[in-house]
Nanobody, 121 residues
Framework: QGHLVESGGGLVQAGGSLRLSCAAS????????IGWYRQAPGKQRELVAT???????NYADSVKGRFTISRDSAKNTVFLQMNSLKPDDTAVYYC???????????????WGQGTQVTVSS
């Protein structure tokens, strides 16, 4: 099991909703910016949304108005509420911390193992 663990993926019909969660293990003491990326088959991994420690959010244009990112900094957990899902949202969704305090040392670019989201038409 890694330092970041995603959950909440699954199969949903177009127009439906899913909520992804990413929980940091006890090995992580602090996280700067944390966010979600996704990778569809045959495509490059792309940014979905990020949120800073101060709560500033950033979204890909393709998900603005449909997805909402939030975090519980006390629990080092980040969420992605996905509404009005489309087949094009089908991908493996990865949690990423740009900088994380792991075993007392700062590391960059910490990734989770990914969770599959499939949206049927």
């Amino acid at each position: 099991q890694g330092h970041l663990v995603e959950s909440g993926g699954g199969l949903v019909q177009a127009g439906g909703s899913l909520r992804l969660s990413c929980a940091a293990s006890r090995t992580i003491g602090s996280i700067n910016t944390i966010g979600w990326y996704r990778q569809a088959p045959g495509k490059q991994r792309e940014l979905v949304a990020t949120i800073t420690r101060g709560g500033t959010t950033n979204y890909a244009d393709s998900v603005k108005g449909r997805f909402t990112i939030s975090r519980d900094s006390a629990k080092n957990t980040v969420f992605l509420q996905m509404n009005s899902l489309k087949p094009d949202d089908t991908a493996v969704y990865y949690c990423n911390a740009d900088r994380a305090l792991v075993y007392g040392q700062w590391r960059t670019d910490v990734w989770g193992q990914g969770t599959q989201v499939t949206v049927s038409s």
